[in-house]
Nanobody, 116 residues
Framework: QVQLVESGGGLVQPGGSLRLACAAS????????MAWYRQAPGSQREFVAR???????DYADSVKGRFTISRDNAKNTVYLQMNSLKREDTAVYYC??????????WGQGTQVTVSS
């Protein structure tokens, strides 16, 4: 079955950087788009970034120019490089793929906290 495991979250000061990783298994990773979403306390889950099987990318306006999504098909892993982090980037970050079920599949999430 599809499994997504996120890592790389943690506590970082404003202006700092983090790189999240999502290791995928149980399906043919290279042919599916991948995405990152996030959910802050008291808020709905929101789209952050997406990368197609072709490698084309799409970003939420709030992270454009600061975050970069990439994928390594040899490692079945998608990354999210986050630079110039702001307090409002604090959230649980989730990896998502359309593979697995009609509604796709989610990872368990990784906490990112931006605070001084």
């Amino acid at each position: 079955q599809v499994q997504l495991v996120e890592s790389g979250g943690g506590l970082v000061q404003p202006g700092g950087s983090l790189r999240l990783a999502c290791a995928a298994s149980g399906y043919i990773f290279s042919i599916y788009p991948m995405a990152w979403y996030r959910q802050a306390p008291g808020s709905q889950r929101e789209f952050v970034a997406r990368i197609a099987a072709s490698g084309s990318t799409d970003y939420a306006d709030s992270v454009k120019g600061r975050f970069t999504i990439s994928r390594d098909n040899a490692k079945n892993t998608v990354y999210l490089q986050m630079n110039s982090l702001k307090r409002e980037d604090t959230a649980v970050y989730y990896c998502y793929t359309t593979a697995g079920t009609l509604k796709g599949s989610w990872g368990q999430g990784t906490q990112v906290t931006v605070s001084s």
